[in-house]
């Protein structure tokens, strides 16, 4: 069964840092990983989508990679701003299984400090 | 550009009673689903349309179901409902099953 796990739960920072959020899940077979943001009591707004042939992808200040092998993605934000934070949640779509079932991260809830 | 939209917002019902939760899209995508929220489990995906006329079972379909009524609207129901259906409930599509997800704002809903 897919398992999906975020570190670390939450993160504080001054603004200005660039900034690492981690996630890895236990099952590689995936068709692709998608990294999300969440307000607090909003929806959630897509960020990034990465295929599973893809290695990375860029949007702005924010860069995900993925490792497939490894299980591993990694979302990258430069240059952080208060706006940035939010909790930022990481899911993959597997193989098998409910079709078209995202399996997610519990999230990273990220602070930026002015 | 309204994307998923999902109403109510909020509710509040008594055990035991029924409600729909709607669900629209302006995308054109094929596929739609209905997500839970709970803290400390995440996103769990309750039933989802692979195309219209389709409806499939998730990870949490007990004392649900859905409807796909036509492309754009895919309707949630809880027929008596529960105080453990208490939770943030999420609509969402995508282009085809393999594509990024797009997502409404979400219903609160309170069962007391």
């Not at chain 1, 975020?6 to 990294?35: H, K």
């Not at chain 2, 054109?28 to 400390?40: A, E, F, I, K, T």
């Not at chain 2, 009524?69 to 309707?75: P, Q, W």
Request: positive net charge; aromatic residues 8%.
């Amino acid at each position: 069964k897919q398992e999906v796990t975020q570190i670390p739960a939450a993160l504080s920072v001054p603004e200005g840092e660039n900034l690492v959020l981690n996630c890895s899940f236990t099952d590689s077979a995936i068709y692709n990983l998608q990294w999300f943001r969440q307000d607090p009591g909003k929806g959630l707004t897509s960020l990034l989508l990465i295929q599973s042939s893809q290695r990375e992808q860029t949007s702005g200040r924010l860069n995900a990679s993925l490792d497939k092998s490894s299980g591993r993605s990694t979302l990258y934000i430069a240059a952080s701003q208060p706006g940035d934070s939010a909790t930022y949640l990481c899911a993959v779509q597997n193989y098998g299984g409910s079709q078209g079932n995202l399996i997610f991260g519990k999230g990273t809830k990220l602070s930026v400090k002015p | 550009n309204a994307g998923v939209t999902q109403t109510p917002k909020f509710q509040v019902l008594k055990t035991g009673q029924s409600m729909t939760l709607q669900c629209a899209q302006d995308m054109n995508h094929n596929s739609m689903y209905w997500y839970r929220q709970d803290p400390g489990m995440g996103l769990r995906l309750i039933y989802y349309s692979a195309s219209e006329g389709t409806t499939d079972k998730g990870e949490v379909p007990n004392g649900y179901n859905v409807s796909r009524l036509n492309k754009r609207e895919f309707s949630l129901r809880l027929e008596s409902a529960a105080p453990s259906q208490t939770s943030v409930y999420f609509c969402a599509s995508s282009e085809a099953s393999k594509s990024g997800y797009t997502f409404g704002s979400g219903t609160r809903l309170t069962v007391v």
